[in-house]
Structure formats: C-alpha cells, structure tokens
C-alpha cells in the first residue's frame, strides 16, 4: 500500500532500509570530526504506478535551513537522483524544510518546484523525519517503471550546522 505521506513512517515496515551511517560516506567533508550523532539517516524507498516514495530518519544535532529553491542543497535537507542506465539522462531533486515550509526542487530540466509531489518533515531534538511522494511523471526521462526494470538511485545527505560549512553523507554517487 502506498504511504500515508505525514512523517511517522508508520507503514515503511516492508521496505529495506539503506543507511547513511559511515564516515566513508563523507569523503571527507566532516573532516576528522563525523559522528553518527551529527550527521547519518536510515533511509527507505518504495514505488508505485504512480510515485516514487521516499523517506529517512537523520541524527543531527542542529538542524538548520534557511534557503529557498535551487540553495537548499547548501543546508540540511537530502538531493536524490534517479536514471534507467548510466547513459540516459538523471533526473535530481532535493528535499527540504526550508521558512516557507516543506520544500521539493527539482535541479534537472526544468527545473524549479516539482508539481505534485508531496513532502513531510518533521523535525525534533536530534533528529529529523522526512517522508516523501515523488511522481513519476514529473521525472523526465524515467516515465513509470514496470516489473523487471531497474532505476539507478544515488542519495545524499546535505549537514549545515550553521557554524560549520556545508558537509554531506553520500551513496552510490551521482
């Protein structure tokens, strides 16, 4: 069934989950200084005929977003990318909290906010809650998957701690 898109992750049990929780995955950007407190999420991703559905828990100790649009990449908040093969073209978005609420931008053409998609977050003491729907029809490039294709997926998670610049955790790079 397809998730209730409200940041409890509740109905997220089915899915596998992909973590965010090695300093590998920094390449550097914390420094000597990552730890899972500050910086690292378990993710999940699920489908449909109609969405591709993400969402994430994150440890981080300060949670901080203060852009609007193609800059929340510079802030906390994640950048997801999707292809069929390495060749076709990606289609990249970002997810994010930003002052003016829930934010979904999509970074490859044409770009902006990504109509119909849904986002949920919510954020408490040390941690974050993201949950969201992503059509597939806003995705140029993948249309809807069908049993038996495959879709390239690369995850990043993007820390500003406001007083310490930009760092991020990456998986199966872009």
């Not at 994010?96 to 979904?104: I, K, N």
């Amino acid at each position: 069934a397809a998730p209730v898109i409200d940041g409890k992750l509740v109905d997220w049990q089915d899915a596998a989950p992909l973590h965010l929780d090695q300093a590998e995955y920094a390449k550097g950007s914390f420094g000597l200084n990552w730890s899972p407190e500050d910086g690292s999420a378990t993710t999940w991703v699920k489908w449909d005929d109609r969405y591709f559905y993400f969402a994430a828990v994150v440890k981080d100790q300060t949670f901080n977003q203060n852009m609007h649009g193609e800059s929340i990449w510079t802030q906390d908040s994640f950048q997801i990318a999707l292809a069929r093969d390495p060749k076709s073209p990606q289609s990249e978005f970002g997810l994010a909290l930003t002052p003016q609420g829930p934010e979904v931008f999509r970074y490859t053409a044409p770009g902006g906010d990504l109509p119909g998609a849904k986002l949920a977050v919510v954020v408490s003491q040390g941690q974050a809650v993201y949950e969201a729907a992503i059509p597939w029809a806003a995705l140029p490039g993948l249309g809807t998957p069908k049993a038996g294709d495959r879709i390239r997926y690369s995850v990043l998670l993007n820390d500003d701690d406001a007083v310490v610049p930009r760092r991020f955790l990456e998986r199966y790079g872009g």
